[in-house]
């Protein structure tokens, strides 16, 4: 069985600053999609990025007639960013 990798598949980076939450995605040189959420104190940092991401793609227009919207389907982070993978179902 072998696993086949899509690498066209939107990732959404997520910083963190003066307490509010910060998704990013560049769909192309015009277009820049921005979500920014104060920190729930009641969530974890890895849940307060995963929140704005998904706020995120769930306010974009990225949706076709084959579309029903985007999931988040990974995740991974370096020292200064969250970065989410998401799909559409």
């Not at 959404?12 to 307490?19: E, L």
């Not at 910060?22 to 009641?42: G, I, L, S, V, Y």
Request: hydrophobic letters at 30%; charged letters at 25%.
């Amino acid at each position: 069985m072998t696993n086949e990798i899509n690498y066209s598949l939107p990732c959404i980076s997520v910083s963190y600053s003066n307490g509010k939450y910060k998704a990013t995605h560049k769909r192309n040189q015009d277009k820049t999609f921005r979500k920014t959420n104060p920190t729930d104190f009641e969530l974890s940092e890895y849940e307060n990025a995963k929140k704005t991401a998904q706020d995120l793609i769930d306010s974009w227009e990225l949706i076709g007639s084959d579309v029903n919207g985007w999931e988040i389907v990974g995740a991974g982070h370096d020292a200064d960013k969250w970065y989410f993978i998401a799909k559409t179902f």
